[in-house]
């Protein structure tokens, strides 16, 4: 592969943390990071190199959301306006069940993957049903995944009960060992539709298997007095008791944490993925972020699905993540947008275990990177490169991205798939949907 020269007008490169390079060029061979420099230097030492000039524009690691459902794009807007059990009982749950199959989800995740590159992000953490299709629909889109193998005691079209959906998670991890670009992980749905003796299993794959885990905790003030009235403790208490504590563990939402939680979280080492527009719009409550980095937590950031949010933008829910944060603590220093930035970025990276090969931009690490436009009528004038990239630039300024040095968007345009095609296939599947109604 040739050798490529970005020449960006500021690089964010995370780690250094708070650190602005003006000036400097970032040097890729192949899949890697080979060098961060002054331009000039940069241009004498690789005359032969492809030069990519970015102007106006600041280049940082491509985003990472930590939580997602891809597929569920294909049941955007679907059902909105309704409290989180209400719509996945009597909306989402059933439809699922008329419609998600292999198929479904192969189109659903190709289109959640177009969006999302298209605005800066280039890994996320997915937990979802058929998970060959996941993996499947990310390589052929060269987008980096970790594939979350949901498990649930109930059946589905997917799966019979929670031995069927472990058995199919471990097939498919073992179909696709050794891919670069994919890695999987073991996806229990929440407390409340996972059993004890499931839990236990889980956690013993894990650790044989050195898989980490993904799941809902701590979501709903309903989920804890559930659990209460149930097992006689809130759900992180039973959690920790079986011991999923000690594995490495992605817990999405922990909106509603006590001091004792927070303290127990960062003591375990769990990682938080943040949700801030879903838990706004399913009136989830305010996850207390501030509090949790305080204490030493780790936390990303992610969309959650695009039936729960409705977008999966992730310069979206940076600039919520930081006004949330300071709107909740009273403090205006709160989630500076440097550290909004590191949340979407390494924390995420940290999260799935990623952070020696992507989300910052370092020598040896994997040229996954984003060119955000900043010659914008919105982001002018432009005092400060990494305050824009949180509280003014949108994703719709994103013009270039690189996933393992593929420049898989190129001028606003993808390289990786055929836009006009996921569109096609995308209102193939809301007529079908829309007529078994």
Known sequence: MTVQILLPRWIIPVVPRQAVYTDYAVVINGEQIIAIEPQAQALAQYPDAEIIKLPDHALMPGLINLHTHSAMTLLRGFADDLPLMRWLNEHIWPAEAKHVSDQFVFDGTKLAIAE???GG???CNDAYFHHGAVARAALDTDFRITVGCAILEFPTPYASNADDYIRKALACRDEFLGEKLVQFTLAPHAPYTVSDDTFRRIITLADELELS????????????NDSIKQYGVRPLERLAALGLLDSPLVAAHMVHTSDAEIALLAKKGVHIAHNPASNLKLASGL??????????VNVGI????AASNNKLDLFAEMRLAALLAKGQS????????WQAI???????????????KIGSIEVGKQADLIAVNLANLATQPCYDPVSHLVYAADRSQVSDVWIAGRAVYRHYEHQSLDYAEVLSTARHWQHKIQASQ
């Open 116 to 118: 999302m590159i298209a």
């Open 121 to 123: 992000t280039t890994c």
């Open 213 to 224: 885990i993904h799941c809902h905790i701590h979501e709903t003030l309903d989920e804890i």
């Open 287 to 296: 996850a207390r972020i501030t509090d949790q980095i305080a204490a030493g």
């Open 302 to 305: 992610g969309t959650d699905g």
């Open 330 to 337: 009273g403090n205006p220093e709160a989630v500076p947008a």
């Open 342 to 356: 590191e949340m979407a970025t390494i924390n995420g990276a940290t999260a799935l275990g990623l952070q020696d």
